[in-house]
């Protein structure tokens, strides 16, 4: 078995990084999201392997998840992402799509440390761009 060196990156302190709170990085013109949901943190491609469109912008939800019929149950209260587009849903740890598990966005390893928000990646990027997240998408 190998191990590989992960390279980590500094994102922002911990406390800019509330819950409910994205950022937006984009490291070497890849665009992930970086988002805190009850203090859980979530690192995942800011793109909808469908169309494209910018999962930022995508609601954050959990699903409904009925046992058998006429009963329903919601859970997995925020940790699901929906694209804006067409409302496909991704399990925002594994990047596993709702209704397909063939399907998937590219998820990443994100950690506070330290006081520190810290995005690992597995080789070390030459440009990095952060962004706060602003909640008007169109």
């Not at 190998?2 to 984009?26: D, F, H, M, Q, W």
């Not at 329903?72 to 409302?87: D, I």
């Amino acid at each position: 078995m190998s191990t590989r060196t992960l390279y980590p990156v500094s994102i922002c302190p911990a406390n800019e990084l509330t819950p409910g709170c994205r950022k937006i990085v984009t490291i070497d013109s890849l665009p992930i999201v970086i988002v805190n949901m009850d203090n859980q943190l979530y690192a995942f491609l800011n793109m909808c392997p469908h169309q494209g469109a910018p999962l930022e912008c995508g609601s954050i939800s959990g699903v409904m998840m009925s046992p058998e019929p006429h009963q329903y149950e919601y859970g997995r209260h925020n940790e699901v992402v929906r694209c804006p587009l067409h409302g496909w849903g991704f399990d925002m740890k594994t990047g596993v799509s709702l209704f397909d598990p063939k399907l998937k966005i590219k998820t990443f390893q994100v950690k506070e440390e330290n006081g520190s928000i810290v995005l690992l990646l597995k080789r070390q990027p030459a440009d990095i761009t952060i962004k706060d997240w602003q909640p008007v998408c169109s």
